[in-house]
């Protein structure tokens, strides 16, 4: 069974501790920049296939980090990156930016 725990909430910033059977096997960290994107997200995939116009129409990206002590499954990548990107209200001027962290010494 997984189950989420906000730690933090913060105006621009949010921290859940994901668990899974009872071990804590992820920290997510959503920020609100309120900032478009900088010229390094644009580089990114799939970004760098859009339009310059249509990137430049968005106008607030959030910043997603998935904090891992090791690599996760590609299951369990999938799950949270569709659970997280579910919390940010997409809309033609925001969009957000998921990004997953390994830190071996975070437990």
């Known amino acids: 069974m997984i189950s989420f725990n906000r730690i933090i909430k913060l105006r621009d910033l949010e921290i859940f501790r994901v668990s899974k059977n009872g071990t804590i096997f992820s920290y ?3 920020e609100d920049t309120r900032k478009p994107f900088t010229e390094e ?3 990114l995939d799939p970004l760098c296939y859009m339009e310059e116009e249509d990137i430049n129409a968005i106008l607030n ?3 997603i980090s998935l904090i891992n ?3 996760l499954s590609e299951e369990d990548s999938l799950f949270l990156k569709s659970f997280f990107s579910d919390f940010v ?3 033609n001027l ?5 990004t ?3 830190q071996e010494d975070l437990y």
């Open 28 to 30: 997510v960290v959503i």
């Open 41 to 43: 997200d644009k580089k």
């Open 61 to 63: 990206v959030f910043r």
């Open 69 to 71: 002590d090791e690599k």
């Open 89 to 91: 209200n997409n809309t």
């Open 94 to 98: 925001t969009n957000f930016i998921i």
């Open 100 to 102: 997953e962290y390994i």
